[in-house]
């Protein structure tokens, strides 16, 4: 019996844990104004024939916060990278001088900032949706184990307080992310 609680316990806590961290990875892709080379993660590149995530023909660094600058491993590649950039609709206009590619992120509008927080918050409602559905599924299986109703009420109590943290701390990572798309 105290495995099957502790097998409960344990997948909930998984569960909620896997909608954060499912959280935190899309929150990454949200842009937040700085120039990161993550804005470029989802380029790909048609190398010899066969599309190839951008990454793996090139180094994607960011001198400053405006700026990514794409150095391919073999300069034949610059206009294959245009064009995966363009292909990509980034909303970026890619140059070139010939070594790399270089992009000049543009500062966000206000307009755009509150889109990308609204954005971000659809992507934390998401996420709690997540976490309760996980605390719906353990007090299900708790109502179905053969304890007394007082344990089984403690129990729910556990689970209610580990769904309060990580709705907490999803909260707290909306939070910051917010600051920082709407800091100019």
Request: hydrophobic share 35%; charged share 30%.
């Amino acid at each position: 019996m105290e495995e099957e609680i502790e097998l409960i316990i344990d997948s909930t806590r998984e569960g909620m844990a896997s909608a954060l961290g499912h959280l935190e990875k899309n929150l990454v892709n949200i842009r937040a104004g700085k120039a990161t080379p993550v804005m470029v993660s989802s380029v790909m590149v048609d190398y010899y024939g066969s599309p190839t995530p951008l990454s793996q023909v090139a180094n994607v660094n960011t001198p400053d916060g405006m700026t990514i600058t794409i150095q391919p491993w073999e300069k034949n590649m610059i206009p294959e990278i245009e064009k995966g950039i363009q292909i990509a609709n980034l909303g970026f206009n890619p140059m070139n001088n010939g070594e790399s590619v270089i992009i000049n992120v543009p500062p966000l509008t206000e307009e755009r900032r509150i889109e990308l927080a609204k954005q971000a918050r659809s992507e934390g409602e998401e996420a709690k949706i997540g976490v309760r559905n996980d605390r719906k599924s353990a007090n299900n299986e708790i109502k179905n184990l053969d304890v007394s109703d007082d344990m089984k009420k403690n129990l729910e109590i556990d689970v209610q307080k580990m769904t309060d943290d990580y709705i907490t701390k999803i909260d707290s990572i909306l939070d910051s992310k917010e600051k920082e798309i709407m800091t100019v």
